[in-house]
């Protein structure tokens, strides 16, 4: 989300999605689509009538120099052929010059490399002219954690992928043991916050209608929060 000072309403970018499962319960189709909406208190909000784009998957938008904006967000190379499954391989870059109509690159500006299985969930931070970008990433042993990306044109990038930026504990006592996911890093005056999703080494959950489920992924309940000094 931005404030656009101009206009002085607040600008967010968001996805929705839809899905169908078979009889087992397994997903046939998953479609996440880019949306945006408008608001001039952050509270009441207008939602623009149709989809951004035909995929999308965790947008993150900074203003472009010049004017306009500048997104990465995970994109299907093909979405109206690929599986809904390969919009986490690929994190591409788009422009816009109004926010609501974007041209991608022609190639993605990030794939899987090294150990990683998996990119997903882009979050752009920018420092002066220097850019970061974490994201986090399937790795062996069921484990999924955050990866870094370092710039400065927002064009060309140095992937880290020989190691974790913010790794999962693998600690079976540690709420993040298993997951540390979907970043979000603001300026804290003196320090950089990180504040993460994260799933532990658990794999029982109680259900929307008081019954146990299983998942032997894990499940997303906890948020975390890390530091970093400038």
């Not at 004017?67 to 299907?76: I, L, P």
Request: with cysteine; hydrophobic share 35%; net charge negative.
């Amino acid at each position: 989300m931005l404030f656009d000072e101009g206009t002085e309403r607040f600008r967010m970018w968001f996805v929705m999605s839809d899905s169908s499962r078979d009889e087992s319960g397994q997903v046939l189709r998953l479609d996440q689509l880019p949306g945006y909406a408008e608001s001039r208190d952050g509270l009441a909000w207008q939602v623009h009538p149709e989809p951004l784009l035909p995929s999308g998957r965790r947008p993150c938008v900074l203003p472009r120099s010049g004017g306009g904006s500048v997104m990465w967000m995970n994109s299907q190379p093909d979405a109206e052929h690929d599986s809904y499954k390969t919009i986490a391989q690929a994190v591409y870059r788009f422009e816009s010059d109004d926010g609501l109509h974007w041209t991608r690159d022609a190639e993605p500006m990030l794939v899987p490399s090294g150990g990683l299985q998996t990119i997903v969930y882009p979050f752009v931070l920018q420092d002066g002219s220097d850019l970061t970008m974490w994201y986090g990433a399937h790795v062996e042993g069921g484990h999924f954690e955050l990866f870094a990306s370092t710039s400065t044109d927002g064009i060309s990038w140095q992937h880290h992928h020989d190691r974790s930026a913010f790794p999962a504990t693998r600690d079976p006592t540690r709420f993040d043991g298993r997951y540390t996911s979907t970043p979000c890093v603001v300026d804290g005056g003196g320090r950089w916050l990180l504040y993460y999703s994260a799933r532990d080494l658990g794999s029982i959950y109680g259900t929307g209608d008081g019954q146990i489920g299983i998942d032997a992924d894990g499940i997303y309940r906890h948020i975390g929060v890390a530091t970093a000094e400038k």
